[in-house]
């Protein structure tokens, strides 16, 4: 009978093709990872310009029509820090 692996049902091929396809995305890691950091940067250098930002509107920067924004980040995993810092 064969199974959804092809002809490979025997468990201790299924494990020896899994082993390799591991080392293979290890051998692989380090070199793909400087390519997509680059394909990312490009990328975000590109976006501005694309979406239409004329040149003088990211030189002053500010953008006609645009609205000021007030962000605020909280780090939550590390929030118990102030329950336990502060007396009550």
């Known amino acids: 009978m064969r199974s959804r692996f092809g002809s490979c049902s025997n468990p201790v091929r299924r494990a020896h ?3 390799r396809y591991a080392d293979a995305a290890a051998d ?6 400087p390519l997509v950091v680059s394909l990312l940067t490009v990328h ?3 976006v501005p310009q ?22 605020c980040f909280v ?4 929030s118990h820090a102030w ?6």
């Open 28 to 33: 692989l890691g380090p070199l793909v990872s």
């Open 44 to 46: 975000l250098h590109e």
């Open 83 to 88: 329950v336990n810092c502060c007396p009550r």
């Open 75 to 78: 780090d939550l995993v590390a």
């Open 50 to 71: 694309s979406e239409g930002l004329p040149a003088e509107d990211r030189s002053a920067g500010r953008l006609a029509g645009s609205s000021e924004v007030t962000v």
């Open 17 to 19: 093709a899994a082993q």
